[in-house]
């Protein structure tokens, strides 16, 4: 569940703003709710409305006056309304926020304008005005953690079958095609055309015909279709269902090159002349494809080779293991430090905030709003307790770590430091991959102090029982 949640006042972030100085209170409520109120009066944004009307004048088209030539009190009742609207609005985002900064006040979501202090505004006749805001404030709270705090740490084992699994991803991704005579393995991939029929096998006049198809009998769904390719040679002529061979039809629509509608309505036979037969080989589990996969000599034998993968599916495991000992980690803590929350401004907030919510689905769904807000604040919490910083260097590792990743997808390994760091760099322009990277290094250095300051029992399992874990 998406949680939007904003804490203002963290270290290094300093508005520079110049603001005019005006009559701002805050009125506590309770220890978390606060009302903060601002008095703007004429003198405040006299002169900038002023300066933004003689700039309107300027530049204003009005009918029987040249160009910055109408009368000043025309454009004022023209546009004076809403130069002033824009105007307050600027001066009260400003000075709020730099009031909340000033005076160290640690707020959760945003200011709402108040529900029972905000009185009537009337821009039109008023000259001085008055804006309360309701704001919620963060608790106060410690988080203590010591090796008297328990919980599991689940290992994964490496499995036979999940090192069979890998070898095979590697032998199919490094193995080779090759054009041969005729179907022998049942694996091959067939070209050629493909002829809507009817029941005698005769082509349908008008049907649908795709001069130009490929079809894959590994992947054929139906043993009866598959049995009809056994033996088959170049120049065959196959009839068979494909709605039967191949029940997807997103896979079926491209085999006739037709859309997904179209394909919905299909039930007839085809008919397929076999053009060509291409036979998929896997790669040999040799020194040529340990070098593929590892590199030039770092591994230099099959029992190195399962070495290798054995300890790449354990890192992989790990991240998994630290994944439920997250969600064990936030549960325990958020039990533990039992914080209190303004929750009826939290709710109004939600709302406000997101456009896909509703107050019936935020008030059914809070408990689970109410603990992702609170586990923010406890990991605000632990990084300033324990002075734990992201640096740098460690968001460029994260970076890197995501590229090498999604080469690896591509079936690109072993790619050199250089080339990563700049596609490393290239993912943190996107403001948004940053703030993930930066967010995911923050998750695991936390994660890491939780580690070492509280007491692990580790529990091996199997991955199916890991599984069930989360059910």
């Known amino acids: 569940m998406a949680v939007f949640f904003l804490v203002f006042l963290k270290k290094?972030?300093?508005?520079?703003?110049?603001?005019?100085?005006?009559?701002?209170?805050?009125?506590?409520?309770?220890?978390?709710?606060?009302?903060?109120k601002l008095e703007i009066e004429k003198n405040d944004y006299e002169k900038k409305v002023n300066d933004t009307l003689a700039d309107y004048?300027?530049?204003?088209?009005i009918d029987g006056f040249r160009p910055g030539k109408a009368p000043m009190g025309m454009v004022k009742k023209m546009y004076g309304t809403s130069v002033l609207v824009e105007e307050i609005n600027k001066m009260i985002s400003e000075n709020l926020y730099k009031y909340i900064f000033d005076n160290k006040i640690n707020v959760l979501g945003e200011p709402l304008p108040s529900e029972t202090e905000?009185?009537?505004?009337?821009?039109?006749?008023?000259?001085?005005?008055?804006?309360?805001?309701d704001v919620a404030i963060a608790p106060e709270f410690e988080v203590k953690m010591s090796k008297r705090d328990k919980l599991s740490y689940y290992k994964i084992k490496v499995s036979e079958e999940m090192i069979d699994n890998r070898i095979s991803q590697f032998t199919r991704m490094y193995g080779s095609n090759a054009v041969v005579d005729g179907v022998e393995a049942g694996t091959e991939m067939l070209k050629g055309a493909?002829?809507?029929?009817?029941?005698?096998?005769?082509?349908?006049?008008?049907?649908?015909?795709?001069?130009?198809?490929?079809?894959?009998?590994?992947?054929?769904?139906?043993?009866?279709?598959?049995?009809?390719?056994?033996?088959?040679?170049?120049?065959?002529?196959?009839?068979?269902?494909?709605?039967?061979?191949?029940?997807?039809?997103?896979?079926f629509a491209a085999m006739l090159n037709i859309t997904k509608e179209e394909a919905e309505n299909v039930t007839a036979d085809f008919k397929i002349e076999i053009v060509e037969i291409n036979r998929f080989s896997p790669a040999e589990v040799t020194d040529e494809l340990f070098t593929k996969v590892y590199g030039e000599g770092t591994v230099k034998n099959e029992e190195e080779f399962k070495a290798k993968?054995?300890?790449?599916?354990?890192?992989?495991?790990?991240?998994?293991?630290?994944?439920?000992?997250?969600?064990?980690?936030?549960?325990?803590?958020?039990?533990?430090?039992?914080?209190k929350l303004p929750e009826a401004f939290l709710k109004r907030w939600i709302v406000a905030s997101n456009k896909e919510v509703n107050a019936e689905q935020v008030e059914k769904e809070f408990a689970h709003y109410a603990d992702d807000i609170k586990w923010q604040l406890i990991k605000t919490k632990i990084m300033d307790d324990n002075e734990?910083?992201?640096e740098e260097a460690e968001i460029m590792e994260m970076a890197k770590d995501f590229a090498r990743m999604q080469m690896q997808q591509y079936g690109l390994a072993n790619v050199p430091d250089e080339h990563l760091q700049g596609f490393a760099t290239k993912i943190l322009e996107s403001e948004q991959e940053r703030r993930n990277i930066v967010?995911?290094?923050?998750e695991i250095k936390i994660l890491n102090?939780?580690?070492?300051?509280?007491?692990?029992?580790?529990?091996?399992?199997?991955?199916?029982?890991?599984?069930?874990?989360?059910?």
Request: one cysteine or more; proline letters at 2%; aromatic letters at 8%.
């Open 12 to 36: 290094g972030i300093v508005p520079i703003l110049i603001i005019t100085e005006m009559n701002i209170t805050k009125t506590n409520v309770d220890e978390l709710n606060a009302v903060i």
């Open 57 to 61: 004048r300027k530049k204003a088209n």
């Open 118 to 133: 905000q009185s009537e505004v009337d821009f039109e006749n008023d000259e001085n005005f008055e804006f309360a805001f």
């Open 194 to 251: 493909m002829t809507q029929v009817d029941e005698k096998g005769e082509a349908v006049e008008g049907g649908i015909v795709n001069d130009n198809t490929a079809i894959s009998l590994e992947f054929m769904k139906d043993e009866e279709s598959a049995a009809k390719f056994k033996d088959a040679k170049v120049g065959d002529v196959v009839v068979f269902n494909p709605v039967k061979a191949y029940p997807n039809k997103a896979d």
């Open 309 to 339: 993968i054995v300890e790449e599916l354990s890192a992989q495991l790990a991240n998994d293991s630290d994944y439920k000992l997250s969600l064990d980690v936030k549960e325990k803590f958020v039990k533990k430090c039992d914080l």
């Open 388 to 390: 734990l910083k992201v």
């Open 439 to 442: 967010e995911k290094t923050r």
């Open 449 to 471: 102090h939780v580690k070492e300051s509280i007491k692990l029992e580790d529990k091996e399992v199997e991955v199916e029982e890991f599984n069930k874990l989360f059910e």
